[in-house]
C-alpha cells in the first residue's frame, strides 16, 4: 500500500478507510437479514479462512459471531453456485491475474449475491463488484509488506471489515437499509442492458429457465445463438437479447 | 452521499463514536459511514506504527534468525510452520511464500496445520497440545527450523511444539505479542520477534511484516553465500 510514511491518511488510506466502511455496512445489514458470507481466494486459499474465523470465532469477547465460511472448491463458481443462497455474500481475495475470480464476480449478481472483491493489481472497473476494496503498490505475495509502503496488504483490509462490521451493530436502527432507497441504478424493464442471467437449463427450442437476481425464471432465447447451462444472458421483458462473455465486464 | 452531506457529517458530533448509538430509529447511514471511515483510518495509521515499531525492534533479532535459517537451509534444513486460528492462517502463508515464492528461490517448508487428518486424530485421541509436537518429533530432524505464530505467546501446543523443537535441536523462530507471554521467557525459543502490541489485529499484521522481512533477508543471504 502507498501510505503516507509519517501518517495513515493520505488518500490511499482515505480510499481503503472509505471502501471498507461501505463493504462493511453492507456486510452488517446482509448478516442483520440472516445471509452467509462465502469466501474465496483462488491464489492463497489461507485468507479466505482467515477471513471466515475472523468472523466465526471473534477475538474480542462480547463481538457477535457470524456464519462465514471459506469455498474449498476447486473451482470457486461451480461451488458458490450451489452453496450460496440469495441474499448471501461473496467476499473474493486476489489479484487480477488470479483465474476464477472474474467468472465467479459476473455471475454473482444473478445468483442474488452480494460481492466484495478484495484485490489488488490494476484496478478492474467498478462493475466487477457491490465492493471493490482496492489496495495500491507493488503486487505481493501472501500476507503483509516487509517494509511499509512497499507491498499489499490483505490481513490489514479484511481485519478492519471484521472490525467495522461489529461497529454497524451497535447502531441497530441502520441494520435495515431505508425503504426509500432505490432497488437499482437502473430501471429492471426498460434498461438498455437488460437484466444479467445465468441460464440453468434449456427447456425446449424456445426458451430456457434462468436466475437472474437470484430469481428463476423461464425466458425465450430464440434470439441468440444456443445456449447451454451455465452461460450468461441478457434478459429485456422476458427475452435473452444477447449471449454476454462472463469474463468481460 | 454527497459530498456535501459527507462534510456536514463529518463536521457533526466528532466524538459521537465513543457513544454507540443504542437507539433502534437511527436512520442517518450517512453519518455511521463517516464514522466508520474515520476509525478504519485511525486503525491504518496504529497498524502501520505498530509495524515500524516491530520491524525497528526487533531489527537485530530478524538479522540474527535469518543468518541461523539461511544456514540451515544451506546444509538441506526444512522450514516447519504452526498456529492456531488466524495465525494458522499466517503460517500457511509464510509456507507459501517460502516454498512457492514469486521471486527468488524456492525454499522447503511444510504447514503443519495442512494435514486435517494428523491434527484430528491427534487431537482425538491425545489432546489438542501435541498436534504441532508429535508432527515436528515424527519429521523433524536435527538443524530444520519450527517456525511459529502466537498473538498471546502463550498458546500451548505451540509452547509444546517449541519444547520439542529444542529437544531436538531446531533452529527456532517465535512471534509473540503483548509481552512475549509463555513463548518469551521458556528458554525453549532462541529468535522469538515480539510485537508490543494489545491489539489481536495489529499484532498479526505486524507479524506478517516480520515474516515477510524475515523471509526477504533469507533470500538475500542466500545469493551472497550461493549465486545462482
Given at each position: 500500500m502507498t501510505f503516507a510514511a509519517s501518517n495513515g491518511t493520505d488518500v490511499v488510506a482515505g480510499d481503503l478507510a472509505d471502501a471498507v466502511a461501505a463493504a462493511s455496512l453492507t456486510l452488517a445489514r446482509a448478516f442483520a437479514a440472516g445471509a452467509t458470507l462465502w469466501c474465496v481466494a483462488p491464489e492463497w486459499p489461507a485468507h479466505a479462512e482467515h477471513v471466515a474465523v475472523e468472523f466465526v470465532?471473534?477475538?474480542?469477547?462480547g463481538t457477535r459471531a457470524f456464519p462465514a465460511i471459506p469455498?474449498?472448491?476447486?473451482d470457486p463458481v461451480a461451488g458458490v453456485r450451489v452453496l450460496a443462497r440469495p441474499g448471501d455474500v461473496v467476499i473474493v481475495i486476489g489479484t487480477?491475474?488470479?483465474?476464477g475470480i472474474r467468472p465467479l464476480l459476473r455471475r454473482a449478481g444473478a445468483w442474488g449475491l452480494t460481492s466484495i472483491w478484495l484485490g489488488t493489481g490494476p484496478r478492474p472497473e467498478?462493475?466487477?463488484?457491490?465492493h471493490l476494496i482496492w489496495l495500491q503498490g507493488p503486487d505481493a505475495h501472501g500476507?503483509?509488506?516487509?517494509?511499509?509502503?512497499?507491498a499489499v496488504d490483505f490481513v490489514l483490509a479484511y481485519h478492519l471489515l471484521w472490525e467495522l462490521t461489529q461497529v454497524v451493530f451497535e447502531h441497530p436502527g441502520l441494520l435495515t437499509a431505508p425503504v426509500?432507497?432505490?432497488?437499482?441504478?437502473?430501471?429492471i424493464t426498460c434498461s438498455d442492458e437488460g437484466r444479467l442471467a445465468e441460464v440453468?437449463?434449456?427447456?425446449d427450442d424456445a426458451h430456457a429457465d434462468v436466475l437472474a437476481g437470484g430469481r428463476r425464471e423461464s425466458i425465450d432465447?430464440?434470439?441468440?445463438?444456443p445456449v447451454e447451462p451455465g452461460d450468461l444472458v441478457l434478459v429485456h421483458a422476458g427475452v435473452a437479447i444477447a449471449v454476454v462473455d462472463g469474463a468481460e465486464p | 452521499m454527497s459530498d456535501r452531506a459527507r462534510e456536514s457529517t463529518r463536521a457533526a458530533?466528532?466524538?459521537?463514536?465513543l457513544y454507540p448509538f443504542i437507539?433502534?430509529?437511527?436512520?442517518d447511514a450517512g453519518s455511521l459511514l463517516a464514522e466508520l471511515a474515520g476509525s478504519a483510518r485511525r486503525k491504518i495509521a496504529e497498524s502501520q506504527a505498530v509495524r515500524r515499531d516491530a520491524l525497528r525492534a526487533c531489527a537485530a533479532m530478524i538479522d540474527a534468525a535469518a543468518t541461523a535459517m539461511c544456514s540451515s537451509f544451506l546444509a538441506g534444513g526444512r522450514l516447519f510452520t504452526f498456529g492456531n486460528g488466524g495465525s494458522a492462517t499466517d503460517a500457511r502463508l509464510v509456507t507459501s511464500r517460502f516454498?512457492?515464492?514469486?521471486?527468488?528461490r524456492a525454499l522447503p517448508s511444510i504447514c503443519l496445520d495442512d494435514d486435517r487428518a494428523v491434527i484430528t486424530a491427534l487431537a482425538n485421541?491425545?489432546?489438542?497440545?501435541v498436534v504441532f509436537a508429535r508432527q515436528l518429533r515424527a519429521h523433524a530432524r536435527r538443524g530444520d527450523i519450527a517456525l511459529g505464530l502466537s498473538t498471546s505467546g502463550g498458546s500451548a501446543n505451540v509452547l509444546e511444539a517449541f519444547a520439542a523443537a529444542h529437544d531436538i535441536g531446531l533452529t527456532t523462530v517465535g512471534l509473540a505479542g503483548?509481552?512475549?507471554?509463555s513463548m518469551a521467557v521458556?528458554?525453549?525459543?532462541e529468535h522469538c520477534l515480539v510485537?508490543?502490541?494489545?491489539?489481536v489485529h495489529r499484532i498479526q499484521e505486524a507479524q506478517d511484516a516480520l515474516v515477510s522481512e524475515l523471509w526477504t533477508q533469507v533470500q538475500r543471504r542466500l545469493d551472497q553465500v550461493d549465486p545462482r
Open positions: 470465532h471473534p477475538v474480542i469477547v469455498v474449498g472448491a476447486a487480477t491475474r488470479a483465474t467498478a462493475a466487477w463488484a457491490d500476507p503483509g509488506p516487509g517494509v511499509p509502503g512497499e426509500d432507497e432505490p432497488a437499482g441504478e437502473v430501471c440453468e437449463a434449456v427447456t432465447v430464440r434470439l441468440v445463438d | 458530533e466528532p466524538t459521537g463514536f437507539d433502534a430509529e437511527e436512520r516454498l512457492d515464492p514469486p521471486s527468488g485421541d491425545v489432546g489438542f497440545d503483548y509481552d512475549g507471554g521458556s528458554g525453549h525459543v510485537v508490543r502490541s494489545d491489539s
